[in-house]
């Protein structure tokens, strides 16, 4: 597509820059894994493409992480001093233009005989510099090198953020299993309290029933589950919930035994089970259907009841994240499966006050990224 | 009169196969009975449906043409068709469902970590589903012409829009229920005739009589009858092709997924080689009385003994009666098989052809589900252009070469991807291409009119013995050459397909 374009776009200096832009395009997804020295060795060879210089170099405080240019014992020689000539950099953030005396190995067929040295910054710390490696430094080459290596500080710092985004997921994922306890297992207790002398074989059996519903949801480890696991939990909790509301509480399953095998992350039908519960009973009695089906490569689950319906902008409003809404378990499992499915597959919630809710979500059955880790 | 049973027949096999699809089957429980979930389905049910699936045109008219055109060694078909399950059974049944791999596309990318050879895959369903889908289309045309006397395009077009309508509308997709249900349906309408000719035919030894004398030769192996050459070659050939193939084909993969664990998916498969074997009893019988009661269907073809005989035994209403079972029984073969292909790669299709297209073309406006809708009409529409311009081959024979690129690409990869752990990207893409090039270029010239006699015909009709060969080297040979192109996650992959689920290691998969 580039190709094609070009010729119709005019003048050398535009054709300059979309060169330009092509050259940092390929060297960006490898600077956003973070400045590890597989992720910085593929990423050199372009940011050398845009400086067009005899060789670079990305060092930090451990040494070289990346090098690329003029190879044999060139490289070596050089290599070897990266780190003295990185040292100040590191420590003062200021960009340094070294001499022939400073850089030159001494043999007078090395192309290498100057460096400038640049601070890559991320979070106003210095975590590496880059050496750009010439027979001879001009001020366009200080310049752009200082912007190569403030672009790459842009890339890193959000390689840094990317990162940081997975860790709060994973923590809003601790968060949830932690989360769905606190009023369950208190009216669970209480419910099952209420049999221990009217039927105490029933309250034995809801007893062990609660034990195994909380040896899934506190379980350690494991993001994964399926289907079919996750429906049992689910069924444990509604048994637990019917000894609570008995005949109020109308459940019915429908599940297509096809899409059982289906691996899910753990704890994404349940949070929505309890909010239908809870929204369901609250005119007094309700009905709650929980439906799998097969749709060929995805399974289709929704979760529906007939109680009171919600506005639909609280639900938008629980849906992007925002906090005090009474449905935070939707938002939460909404943002687990978009963030292991991608975006198209998040939840889908139809509701109306005094209309019910219905929230569907599909689950591809086969995904890569599942299989990636525990 | 024959035509109008046979016709209301057909018919009622259309409409309960529409109705079913429409309204579908979903087990449905309330409160009192709870624990759907540890409802999996069973592993003979989930056989009774792969068999439902399995048994295609080729076997319930094909094999029964071959035989009686061209004699014992044909025999090797039913043999064939079946061990190919043995194969799974051994080499991949329970890897394979291990690995979480809903289609081929997906365990390559699962195993191989390589969007490549991942669209490879995708290219050689589509290939296989479609050499897959021609004899399908073939079978329900000589259906409806020997029963109305129609040009063989009605028939076709009957069952390619029946199949398009229902996979479109969401019907029939892959409920277990359905298709384990046109098992036995099919077991029946072949069956049950059978039986009733035997019991009533009064002449014991008229049937062997025609087997002796001038007709020795056809009962005799490797005779060469009905001038095929080379049959030693041919018949290894041919096994190896059904073997190795059945592992490949689309539509047998995505069921497998269905069991719960790589034990069930053990058990499911030796089910499927009890209920196969018993099928498979029959199509025989049929050549062996049609070789008495319709010689004359020898020379065009054979592919319609099985809907004539019941008429030349029993002139008559019985005749027609049983000879309209038989039609339903061939409609139910060409309807599932097709239906279960159709899902298979439209599935492929829709996945790694069809959606990442569709969201650049409409700027992410669009719906999955129309997607797949498109995909299932390419699915068919494209088989559908190749059976109206190619010859007609023999039924059995172009489901060969299905099996035989399937042996010849998806075996190779299937079988070193899950035993060996040096294979690399590179090899496995390797295989893949050189494999699918011979067998299709085979195929294609088989397709579009076969060299006469001699060794080329015998290499071109039953490719497998060289080209599987061909591409199991190819994978090794490329594999030693690129070391450094072995996938980085291949122990963890090993560790995940061969750990039976019951041992509690740290497979990277989800916990159970």
Known sequence: MFARRRKHFGTPADKATYATLHTAS?????????????????????????????????????????????????????????????????????????????????????????????????????????????????AALVRATEEVARWVSGQVELAELNKERTRAMEAELRALRAQISPHFIYNALAAIASFVRTDPERARELLLEFADFSRYALRRGGEFTTLADELRNVER?????????????????QIAPEVLPVVIPFLVVQP??????????????????????????????????????????????????????????????????????????????????????????????????????P | MSSAISLSAIGLVVAATIGIGLFGLRISRTTSDFYVASRAVSPRWNASAISGEYLSAASFLGVAGLVLVNGADMLWFSVGYTVGYLMLLVLVAAPLRRSGAYTLPDFAETRFESPLVRRICAGLVVGIGTLYLLPQL???????????????????????????????????????????????????????PIFV????????????????????????????????????????????????????????????????DGRAARRTTVVVLALLGLFYLFPPMYAVLGRTF?????????????????????????????????????????????????????????????????????GGDY???????????????????????????????????????????????????????????????????????????????????APQGGWPRALVGQPAAWTMPLAFITVIVVSKLTPDRIPAGTARSMVRLHTPEAVDVDRGLPPR
Not at chain 1, 237 to 253: H, M, P
Not at chain 2, 331 to 360: H, K, M, N, P, Y
Request: with cysteine.
């Open chain 2, 197 to 260: 000719i035997l019991l009533a035919w009064h002449q014991p030894t008229g049937v062997l009589d025609s087997l002796h004398g001038a007709a020795a030769e056809w009962a005799e192996p490797l005779s060469r009858a009905g001038g095929r050459d080379h049959p030693l070659y041919a018949t290894y050939s041919l096994l190896l092709a059904l073997c190795f193939g059945t592992m490949g084909l689309p539509h047998v993969l995505v069921r497998f997924y269905t069991n719960p």
């Open chain 2, 138 to 192: 073939h079978g329900a045309g000589l259906a409806v012409q020997t029963v109305t006397g129609a040009p063989p395009q009605v028939g076709a077009m009957i069952v390619a829009v029946i199949v398009v309508i229902n996979v479109a509308a969401g019907g029939m997709r892959s409920i277990t229920f359905v298709q384990a249900f046109q098992y036995w349906l099919k077991l029946t309408a072949l069956a049950a």
């Open chain 1, 26 to 138: 390929l060297a960006s997804p490898h600077l956003r894994e973070g400045l590890t020295p597989a992720a910085a060795g593929k990423a050199s060879r372009h940011l050398r493409d845009l400086l067009g210089t005899a060789a670079i170099a990305i060092c930090d405080s451990s040494g070289v992480l990346a090098w690329d240019g003029v190879g044999g014992a060139y490289e070596s020689n050089h290599r070897r001093d990266a780190k003295d000539l990185a040292a100040p950099t590191l420590r003062s953030g200021r960009t340094a233009v070294l001499g022939a005396h400073d850089v030159a190995c001494g043999d007078p067929q090395c192309p290498i005989r100057t460096a400038v040295v640049a601070p890559i910054v991320t979070e106003e710390r210095v975590v590496a510099v880059l050496v750009a490696y010439s027979n001879n430094t001009s």
């Open chain 2, 294 to 362: 319709a010689p004359d269907l020898v020379a065009s073809g054979g592919d319609t003994v099985v809907l004539e005989l019941p008429g030349r035994v029993f002139p008559g209403t019985a005749g027609d009666l049983l000879g309209a079972l038989v039609a339903a029984g061939a409609f139910a073969a060409f309807l599932s098989t097709s239906s279960g292909l159709t899902v298979a790669i439209a599935g492929v299709i829709d996945q790694d052809l069809l959606r990442s297209r569709l969201r650049e073309w409409t």
């Open chain 1, 272 to 373: 929505l089970v309890e909010n239908a519960v809870r929204h369901g009973l609250e005119a007094g009695a309700g009905s709650i259907t929980i439906r799998a089906r097969d749709r060929i490569n995805e399974a289709e689950i929704s979760v529906e009841d007939d109680g009171a319906g919600s506005d639909p902008e609280v639900i938008r409003a629980a849906l992007s994240g925002e906090t005090g809404s009474d449905s935070v378990g939707l938002g939460n499992v909404d943002a687990r499966l978009r963030q292991v499915y991608g975006d198209t597959y998040g939840l889908v919630v139809e509701t109306a006050l005094e209309a019910g809710t219905k929230v569907t979500f599909r689950i591809p059955k086969y995904s890569s990224g599942v299989h990636a880790s």
């Open chain 1, 237 to 253: 909790y509604l048994v637990l919930e019917q000894a609570r509301f008995g005949d109020r509480l109308k459940v019915s399953l």
């Open chain 2, 367 to 449: 719906v999955a589900v129309n997607s797949f809708r498109i995909a299932a009409l390419i699915a068919m529409v494209v088989p559908y252009l190749a059976f109206t311009v190619t010859g007609a081959l023999s039924l059995a024979d172009t489901v060969g070469l299905a099996f035989a690129l399937a042996a010849s690409t998806f075996c190779p990869l299937l079988v070193l991807g899950i035993w060996w752990r040096r294979m690399s990207t590179t090899g496995a893409a390797a295989g893949l291409v050189v494999g699918g090039i011979a067998a299709s270029a085979a195929a294609l010239i088989n397709v579009a009119g």
